[in-house]
């Protein structure tokens, strides 16, 4: 079983739709967890970063963690064609261990 | 805030040629650095990362190199490429600062061997 599972999609939705994208992981080590979004041909920026459980809300992003089910969400409001990208979940462990584990990514359109 | 810089932004190489890509960051002092390589349908793969001057950890064994002679530049070698070496390269640093050591990436070289 792989640390972190993500569905490559890819996922079309019209523009105005509420997106969901999900990240499942299997070691409970994980402590920290992020959302990237990465634009065709570039680098990854951060957008959502979340610790514990619970949910973070930034404008139209709400990232969603559940410790207990090892599972997180991104989800975003109101899409438009600009959110048009790749989305990776990823997971660290914290302390001395600099390292992420990084989701394959989902390939996400949003149509206008 | 830190900013992340790469060259050069693509690259096309005939197989067997050296390689040498360039990474400085900009904005924070003795920052983890790291190098990624993605490929298309495979993620990102760490390929080395370095917590200080001179100090290279490799994550998978390969035909690249890593150095680190600055506090905030990053470079990742190749003596002889090999078509399989083709992808997207990323530089990222983290400050390694209390429990998020979060991740910023630089835009990427884009590595195409023939």
């Known amino acids: 079983q792989k640390e972190v599972e993500q569905d490559p999609g890819p996922l079309s939705v019209p523009e105005g739709a509420i997106v969901s994208l999900n990240c499942t992981y299997s070691?409970?080590?994980?402590?920290?967890f992020m959302w990237y979004r990465q634009y065709s041909r570039k680098g990854p920026e951060l957008l959502m970063y979340?610790?514990?459980?619970g949910n973070k809300e930034d404008g139209r992003f709400t990232a969603q963690v559940d410790k207990s089910s090892k599972y997180i969400s991104l989800f975003i409001r109101d899409s438009q064609p600009s959110d048009s990208a790749t989305y990776l979940c990823?997971?660290?462990?914290?302390?001395?261990?600099?390292?992420?584990?990084f989701g394959k990514g989902t390939l996400l359109t949003v149509n206008p | 805030s830190q900013t992340i810089h790469q060259w050069p932004a693509t690259l096309v190489q005939p197989v067997g040629s050296p390689l040498s890509l360039e990474c400085t960051v900009e904005?924070?002092?003795?920052?983890?650095l790291y190098w990624y390589r993605q490929a298309a349908g495979r993620g990102l793969q760490l390929l080395f990362y370095s917590v200080g001057i001179g100090q290279i950890s490799s994550e998978v064994p390969q035909n690249l190199s890593a150095s680190r002679p600055q506090d905030r530049q990053f470079i990742l070698s190749s003596k002889k490429l090999l078509l399989s070496d083709s992808g997207f390269y990323l530089c990222?640093?983290?400050?390694?600062?209390?429990?998020?050591?979060?991740?910023?990436f630089g835009p990427g070289t884009r590595l195409t061997v023939l």
């Open positions: 979340t610790y514990s459980s």
């Open positions: 990222a640093c983290s400050t390694g600062t209390g429990h998020s050591d979060t991740q910023y």
């Open positions: 990823a997971m660290g462990k914290g302390g001395s261990n600099y390292k992420l584990t």
């Open positions: 070691n409970s080590a994980f402590q920290y």
């Open positions: 904005g924070t002092s003795n920052p983890n």
